[in-house]
Structures are given as structure tokens and as C-alpha cells.
């Protein structure tokens, strides 16, 4: 019986592994499936270049590594992807030094790992992790291609263990130069299917018969591979944000082609949380015993090694004010209002001088909290550095816009998400629908704005991220990057920094109901 583990807090040193319970959450055995082989799973995605989050998953990682159960269990460390965010190489850096640190072996292809387009080939020498992905076609010029691999053999104690990994299916409405990577090709979810069905198959005949998949498709498409493919024993997940918390039926754990279980897992976004996941396989390769531990990063310190990593490479955190009272952080970061979102956008509006601003609920990645605030700490609530621009936009762009997101309610994963702003305010229905809207002007004075039949004359400086305005995302009438009145080399960090130093005394920060969500 294999012996389950926790990661959580304790007085020395701020972390520990201890027992959970004395038994694993999930059983399969019958008295013919005897626990062979234990493993434990150290998994994290999602991370997004967290800087802060992966300096405190490096400390969990170190207390793992240094557990030791009462029973013996192989240990594995895997990501299924997105731990990297955007075009900056040194925050990319980070993130790769990190999964290094920590002993990652391998990690999905997610599509931020797409971001960084031609300068990726400065860090792939840097990674000592392998890159997965068996559902994507790459011309040979390009510099992934000699890095990815469709899956491998990982021996740990003389148990074999095959890893195969899958990419985004939807790579190409996820990442922001869609144009540069038309080399390259991804399979849609029934290919995918045959592929990953290929790659096990192909582990199987060389004896491997414990295999995991790194998937970056996404928990709905994760649920669908798990039940159509024979041989899968674990998905360890990511792309879609799910929070997958212990072992429930038919919610993360299903039944495969042949009625063997399959186990997925997925630790929510931004490096909040990562897992440990424990197993026990029997003699052919089947899942006898699990459970799935998810924990907070916030309950351990930043790694001190880590953090002077960081420091040489971006510099110290400066700090540039004092943040009195702020909202907890959201339940639904996609789909509810913000009192962090707003000042993010008032920041934008003020600064720039703009008559409203908007930004995108999907871009942000963090939250203030009260106390001092350094430029590391901003420059984590939104690390994708998204260049700001000034736009004209009329007003049937703006509600087209409202339209657009008003659907995040109601779709699957809840995307999109919300736009955030300033100079304006708006209400939702629950069902999806824009009801109202209205401009407020710099000396608080509101216009209704007639939702069904908008001026597509009437048009208003806005201050907004170069993702949004390249119409990404859904939101094509926002799509006017090429018409920008001004275009900025820095991102919204520099506009909450300056914001922040001009005030004579500590911030409150609060949600004013600028956006509504009705039933």
C-alpha cells in the first residue's frame, strides 16, 4: 500500500512532508492486484512566469525530495506546460532555471512556450528538461523541432515509466504571433486521440506498461482521451485552470477503452498551487491505489537560492509605495469583477492621459495585497509585458467588445473572460447578455450609451494592451493595433508604478461597481 503524503507548513524551515492518512484516498485492488510499485508524482502547470510562485515551489519541491515514506516510492517531477509567459527572455529565463532547479524532467508543450518565437533558440540549450508534444508537426527549420519529442522512457529505481505529451489543440487562438508559427501544424482532438493511442502503443511494445500523459488540451478534452484511449494510466493536466482537488468519480477519475482506471489532475493557474500525486501500480502496469494532494504555494517561503537567481537577472524589487487595504483575491478570476482590476485600469486611464482604458480579466495574474509594494511584486499581477497603445475606438467597437466578453458567463472554461475598465461601466447578465453600458467622463458625469444601436462615429481615446487590440481572443472590433495613435515600449507595470509613487499615503483599493453581473 503505497503511503500518501502532504505538503503543508511547519515550524522548521516553513515546510514539511507529512502523512496525510494512512490510507490512499482512492483503492482499486481485489485480493488478485497487489500493490507492486509506489510512485509519487511532484506535478505542477500553469505557472505562467510566476516569478514569486515558482520561487516558493522550488522550497516545496526541496521538501519533497528530501521525504522519505514509510514505504518506498519512485518519484517522478513533471509539467504539463505554460510555466513560461511571453516574449521577454530574461522572465523566460527564470522559468526555465526554475524547472531546473526543481529536477523537472519533462514538460508539455503549452502555448506560452510558443511565446518567445525566434529567441527561443537562446533557451533551449538552457533546458535540462525534455519538451513533449505528440499531435504537433514542425518544419525542420524551425528551432523546437530538434527539441520536441512525442514521449520517452523514464527508469526510476529500475521501473520504467512511459511520458508522452500533447499540445494545445487550440494552439492557434492562444497564441499572439499565430502568423509566425504557420509552420507549424496540430491535430484536432480525433488525431490527437490516434496519436496519443500510437505513442502508447508504441511504449507498450517495448515492455512500458505505467504511462503517464503530459497534457496541455485542457480538462474537457483531457476527460475524452482519458475514456477513448487504452494504456493511459495518469493525465497530468493544464491549459484549461482547472482546480482538480483529491479523487472524485467521473469528475477526475474515468474509466479507459479496456476499464482501467485513468486518473487526471490539473492544478488550477499563475503558480498557486501544485500536486503531489501518489499511486500504486500492480504487476501489469494497473492503478491499484491514489491520491491526489493539491497545495498552496503561498504556505511556503521563496526559496532564498531562487530569489538571488532572480535578482541577477532582473534586478532588486524596488519598493514604490504602500498598499492599505485591498480585496481578497477572486474566486473566478475570468468572470468577476475586480477592485484589483479596477485601479489596474484607473492606473492605465490616469497615467496616459486616455478617456477610458481597458484590460482583459485573462491577462491578469495576480492580486495586490496591503502593505508595502515592490516593482517584483506589480510586475507579477500582469508578467505578460504587453506593450499599451492608444486607439480610437467608436462606440460599437466598445459594446461589440462588451458583447464579446458578456459570453465568458456562459462558456466553456469561462472564456474569453471579462474586460475591465476605466471611463466606463457596464452590467452583464448571468445568461451571458450585455444590458447596459455607459461612458463616465474625467469629472464623474455618466452617458448612457444605447446598446443596440451604438454610434460608430462617436469614438474615445482608450488606453488598452497590444493583445486585445491585435483583436485576439474573440474581440475583433478591437482589432485596430495598425491604427494606434501612440504605441508604448513598456507595459502596465510601469503605469501602476508611477501611479503608486505619486501618492502622498498609503492606497485603498476596492471594487466600485463599475461592472455589474445581474440574474
Do not use: W
Not at 484589483?340 to 484590460?359: K, N, P, Q, V
Not at 491577462?363 to 480610437?392: C, Q, V
Not at 462588451?402 to 447578465?429: D, E, F, M, Q, R
Not at 481572443?473 to 507595470?493: M, Q
Amino acid at each position: 500500500m503505497i503511503m500518501p503524503v502532504n505538503l503543508s507548513k511547519s515550524n522548521l524551515l516553513n515546510i514539511a512532508i507529512q502523512k496525510l492518512q494512512q490510507t490512499p484516498t482512492n483503492k482499486f485492488q481485489d485480493n488478485k492486484r497487489k500493490t507492486a510499485v509506489n510512485t509519487s508524482i511532484f506535478y505542477i502547470n500553469d505557472y505562467h512566469g510566476n516569478i514569486l510562485n515558482l520561487e516558493r515551489t522550488i522550497t516545496a519541491s526541496n521538501a519533497f525530495d528530501s521525504f522519505v515514506p514509510d514505504l518506498p516510492a519512485d518519484k517522478l517531477k513533471l509539467s504539463s506546460g505554460d510555466i513560461m509567459l511571453g516574449e521577454d527572455e530574461n522572465s523566460n529565463t527564470i522559468a526555465v532555471t526554475a524547472q531546473n532547479i526543481m529536477g523537472i524532467t519533462a514538460s508539455a508543450m503549452g502555448n506560452h512556450e510558443y511565446d518567445m518565437t525566434k529567441d527561443i533558440v537562446k533557451l533551449i540549450p538552457k533546458m535540462n528538461y525534455k519538451l513533449l508534444a505528440c499531435n504537433v508537426t514542425l518544419n525542420p527549420e524551425n528551432p523546437l523541432s530538434k527539441k520536441i519529442e512525442k514521449s520517452y522512457i523514464q527508469e526510476v529505481n529500475g521501473n520504467k515509466y512511459g511520458i508522452i505529451g500533447i499540445t494545445p489543440i487550440d494552439l492557434f487562438s492562444r497564441i499572439k504571433y499565430g502568423e509566425i508559427f504557420k509552420e507549424i501544424k496540430v491535430d484536432n482532438i480525433e488525431n490527437t486521440i490516434k496519436d496519443v493511442q500510437r505513442e502508447t502503443d508504441k511504449l507498450k511494445s517495448k515492455g512500458i506498461n505505467k504511462i503517464i500523459l503530459l497534457s496541455h488540451a485542457g480538462y474537457e478534452y483531457d476527460k475524452k482521451i482519458a475514456v477513448e484511449t487504452d494504456g493511459i494510466d495518469i493525465i497530468l493536466g493544464g491549459h484549461s485552470h482547472n482546480l482538480l482537488e483529491n479523487i472524485k468519480n467521473g469528475e477526475n477519475l474515468f474509466t479507459s477503452k479496456s476499464g482501467e482506471p485513468v486518473v487526471i489532475t490539473q492544478a488550477g493557474r499563475d503558480g498557486k498551487n501544485f500536486g503531489v500525486l501518489n499511486a500504486g501500480f500492480d504487476l501489469k502496469g494497473v492503478l491499484t491505489t491514489v491520491q491526489n494532494n493539491v497545495e498552496n504555494t503561498r504556505k511556503f517561503k521563496r526559496n532564498p537560492i531562487a530569489r538571488y537567481m532572480t535578482e541577477r537577472i532582473l534586478g532588486k524589487a524596488k519598493v514604490v509605495g504602500v498598499i492599505n487595504s485591498a480585496p481578497p483575491p477572486l474566486t473566478n478570476d475570468l468572470t468577476e469583477p475586480s477592485g484589483h482590476a479596477d485601479f489596474i485600469t484607473d492606473c492605465m486611464r490616469y497615467e496616459l492621459g486616455s478617456d477610458i482604458a481597458i484590460f482583459g480579466a485573462a491577462t491578469i495574474r495576480g492580486y495586490f495585497e496591503s502593505g508595502k509594494i515592490d516593482t517584483r511584486s506589480i510586475e507579477s499581477i500582469s508578467p505578460f509585458k504587453n506593450r499599451i497603445a492608444i486607439i480610437k475606438y467608436t462606440q460599437k467597437d466598445i459594446i461589440d467588445a462588451l458583447k464579446v466578453c458578456a459570453k465568458s458567463l456562459t462558456n466553456p472554461n469561462n472564456k474569453p473572460g471579462i474586460l475591465h475598465v476605466s471611463g466606463l461601466k457596464y452590467t452583464l447578465s448571468k445568461n451571458g447578455e450585455l444590458k447596459s453600458a455607459c461612458i463616465i467622463d474625467k469629472n464623474g458625469v455618466e452617458t448612457p450609451i444605447d446598446i443596440n444601436n451604438p454610434d460608430n462615429t462617436k469614438t474615445y481615446r482608450t488606453a488598452i494592451i497590444d493583445y486585445f487590440a491585435k483583436g485576439y481572443d474573440g474581440f475583433t472590433s478591437l482589432n485596430k493595433y495598425n491604427e494606434a495613435e501612440i504605441i508604448y515600449d513598456f507595459d502596465v507595470s510601469k503605469c501602476i508604478e508611477d501611479y503608486i509613487k505619486n501618492q502622498k499615503g498609503p492606497i485603498d483599493i476596492k471594487d466600485d461597481g463599475r461592472i455589474q453581473i445581474t440574474d
